[in-house]
């Protein structure tokens, strides 16, 4: 017994065709979006490559360009297939290869739903990706005169700036390293000497952080050197001070930033995989309702679609039956070319 039998008239099945041609179309201009959102997110990724130590995974967007592109060919191929299927001469040369093109359909639904999952799922290694080049980048701060690294400085500044942000985790990262270089450094100061002398590893060590910490909207002006000294400056506590830089770690900031972006890709292709369901499916209809026409030369005649030829129980079954009787043909040919190399 078929799986969610349908009668249809020649009225029928031209409207379904109809139907489901406007939307493979439809799921062509989404296949254009999720290239284009593939391509917006493999830029960003470029675009602070330098935050990540250059390690971090371009797997997602270039997996979610191709199957745009795929999106793009099989939905314009299949929309192709419905407009043919208006016209039975047409249709004939779409019936053998129908069936091979209905389970490539189900085989991309399935890798759309593998992407959607990718997108909630690659926030975990991207933090961790995301913690380490940002602690390496702030190591180099201060090396604006080292091939290489002379743009990190600039790179940080404008991070901090444009995400609202201070350091990897909070400002006080910035007290455990050097983000001075030497050359701006008096080593005739006793304060310099001191400083130096009085860390192991030999660096500038201060309680301050880059301008680009500061926060603009802060009435006060931004105190930036000397954060925990109550001292030097007038009328200040940096235990309940509102302190007049960025709080927030840029870490988090850039964490939340392409989160958000992937959780809103992973959304749009799970919406593209659903339309993609829907056009497989109405597909699939219009194949099972032209082939069981009750009089093939009358094209007005009435005829039965389905979803599944027969129950899912008995389908599953036939499937396991072929997947047995190809796994034991392989195995007889293995066997008989045994004996003939022996």
């Known amino acids: 017994m078929a799986l969610m039998p349908v009668k249809f008239d020649l009225k029928k099945r031209v409207k379904l065709a109809q139907s489901v041609w406007f939307m493979f179309w439809f799921a ?27 390690n971090e995974s371009h797997f997602l967007p270039n997996l979610l360009i191709l199957v745009g592109l795929i999106a793009c060919g099989i939905n314009a191929l299949g929309g192709k297939i419905c407009y043919d299927s208006l016209d039975p001469a047409k249709f004939v040369k779409w019936k053998p290869m129908l069936k091979t093109f209905l389970i490539s359909c189900v085989g991309f639904n399935c890798l759309l739903v593998f992407t959607a999952l990718l997108c909630f799922l690659m926030r975990i290694p991207l933090q961790f990706t995301l913690a380490d080049g940002l602690k390496n980048g702030m190591r180099y701060y201060k090396d604006t005169d080292t091939p290489g690294r002379c743009y990190m400085k600039r790179t940080l500044d ?120 829907g056009v497989t499916i109405g597909l699939q209809y219009v194949n099972s309702s032209l082939s069981t026409l009750s009089n093939p030369d009358d094209p007005e005649s009435e005829s039965e679609g389905w ?6 129980k008995e389908t599953f079954t036939d499937i396991m039956a072929k997947m047995k009787a190809m796994s034991k043909g392989s195995k007889v040919g293995e066997g008989e070319e045994a004996p003939a190399e022996s």
């Open 28 to 54: 062509v201009m989404a296949g254009v979006l999720v290239f284009s959102l593939g391509l917006f997110f493999k830029i960003e990724l470029r675009k602070r490559s330098e935050l990540m130590d250059n």
């Open 158 to 277: 404008m991070m901090q700036v444009e995400f609202r942000c201070c350091g990897n985790d909070n400002y006080r990262d910035w007290f455990e390293i050097q983000w001075i270089s030497n050359r701006y450094l008096d080593f005739s100061s006793k304060e310099v000497k001191d400083r130096i002398g009085s860390n192991v590893d030999g660096q500038y060590l201060m309680d301050g952080v880059p301008f680009s910490c500061c926060n603009p909207s802060s009435p006060r002006p931004c105190i930036q050197m000397q954060m925990t000294n109550n001292s030097a400056h007038y009328s200040y506590d940096h235990y309940t001070e509102e302190l007049n830089v960025w709080k927030r770690g840029c870490r988090e900031a850039l964490l939340s930033y392409y989160g958000g972006l992937m959780n809103t890709i992973g959304a749009l292709v799970l919406l593209v995989t659903m339309l993609e369901i």
């Open 307 to 312: 979803l599944l030829e027969k129950t899912v």
